[in-house]
């Protein structure tokens, strides 16, 4: 009997994280989905996707109100959180509450995120990519790297807490200089703006413009040849691609 080949082909594929029922997105801070994809939450929500936030630290030393306690400012900042992700269409909201700028020990947190994508059960975790060229905040880094951890992690037997193995089956990094998935957001660019714009003690109206100018004119450069005017990127991987898999930064 003759034997196929392997289509080694499909092995080089992106996932399709389009068709994705529920998601995870992991925030290093309280604005980070929004600004690093909020066009992509908004797509992935119209479509009927339940979304599920999770914010990694508190936020408490980022106010542009000088006068704010680092109390007073986590807890505003959990509740621009949670309205800008609302706005969005998430529904779900989950916070680890590690102190802003605090986080240095991976395999702590892939723990603590394995454990949340185990009861969650997401097709697809988003996170800020680690590894992106002359990143220097470390919350950022830690976070990325954990999540892209806590993939492998979840899928583990024993965990003691008390959920089934669930890795998932794709990871999408925002913030990514190599993004290899563009998904239209002409119609959800205006929403994503609006989103960052309920974060008012990060983004003063200065901050705001430039965001509006940059973001657009990177959403078109995106889009260029694809058929709609405004694209939103993503480094999108299987499991499979985040462990011994050389190739994965072609793919």
């Given at each position: 009997?003759?034997?196929?080949?392997?289509?080694?082909?499909?092995?080089l594929q992106?996932?399709?994280?389009?068709?994705?029922?529920?998601?995870?997105?992991v925030?290093?801070?309280?604005?980070?989905?929004?600004?690093?994809?909020?066009?992509?939450?908004?797509?992935?929500?119209?479509?009927?996707?339940?979304?599920?936030?999770?914010?990694?630290?508190?936020?408490r030393?980022?106010?542009?109100?000088?006068?704010?306690s680092?109390?007073?400012?986590?807890?505003?900042?959990?509740?621009?959180?949670?309205?800008?992700?609302r706005?969005?269409?998430?529904?779900?909201?989950?916070?680890?509450d590690?102190e802003?700028?605090?986080?240095?020990?991976?395999?702590?947190?892939?723990?603590?995120?394995?454990?949340?994508?185990?009861?969650?059960?997401?097709?697809?975790?988003?996170?800020?990519?680690?590894?992106?060229?002359?990143?220097?905040?470390?919350?950022?880094?830690?976070?990325?790297?954990?999540?892209?951890?806590?993939?492998?992690?979840?899928?583990?037997?024993?965990l003691?807490?008390?959920?089934?193995?669930?890795?998932?089956?794709?990871?999408?990094?925002?913030?990514s200089?190599?993004?290899?998935?563009?998904?239209?957001?002409?119609?959800?660019?205006?929403?994503?703006?609006?989103?960052?714009?309920?974060?008012?003690?990060?983004?003063?109206?200065?901050?705001?413009?430039?965001?509006?100018l940059?973001?657009?004119?990177?959403?078109?450069?995106?889009?260029?040849?694809?058929?709609?005017a405004?694209?939103?990127?993503?480094?999108?991987?299987?499991?499979?691609?985040?462990?011994?898999?050389?190739?994965?930064?072609?793919?």
């Open positions: 009997m003759e034997q196929l080949a392997p289509d080694v082909s499909a092995l992106a996932p399709d994280i389009r068709t994705c029922r529920r998601v995870l997105c925030q290093p801070h309280p604005d980070d989905n929004e600004i690093g994809m909020g066009g992509v939450i908004a797509a992935l929500a119209a479509g009927g996707a339940e979304i599920h936030y999770l914010t990694v630290t508190d936020g030393h980022g106010n542009l109100d000088p006068g704010a680092p109390a007073e400012t986590a807890a505003i900042r959990r509740r621009e959180a949670v309205a800008a992700g706005y969005l269409g998430a529904s779900e909201f989950h916070f680890l590690h802003d700028g605090s986080l240095d020990d991976v395999p702590s947190l892939a723990r603590e995120i394995a454990a949340l994508i185990r009861r969650t059960r997401p097709g697809a975790v988003f996170c800020p990519d680690p590894w992106l060229p002359y990143e220097s905040h470390w919350d950022h880094v830690i976070t990325g790297r954990a999540a892209a951890a806590a993939i492998h992690m979840s899928g583990r037997s024993h003691d807490d008390g959920n089934e193995p669930c890795p998932p089956p794709a990871i999408g990094f925002y913030f200089a190599r993004p290899n998935t563009v998904i239209d957001v002409s119609s959800c660019f205006d929403r994503k703006m609006e989103a960052v714009a309920l974060h008012q003690s990060q983004v003063d109206a200065a901050t705001l413009g430039m965001y509006q940059y973001f657009r004119m990177k959403a078109a450069e995106l889009a260029q040849g694809r058929g709609f405004l694209g939103e990127g993503l480094k999108a991987l299987s499991a499979l691609h985040t462990h011994c898999f050389v190739d994965a930064e072609r793919i």
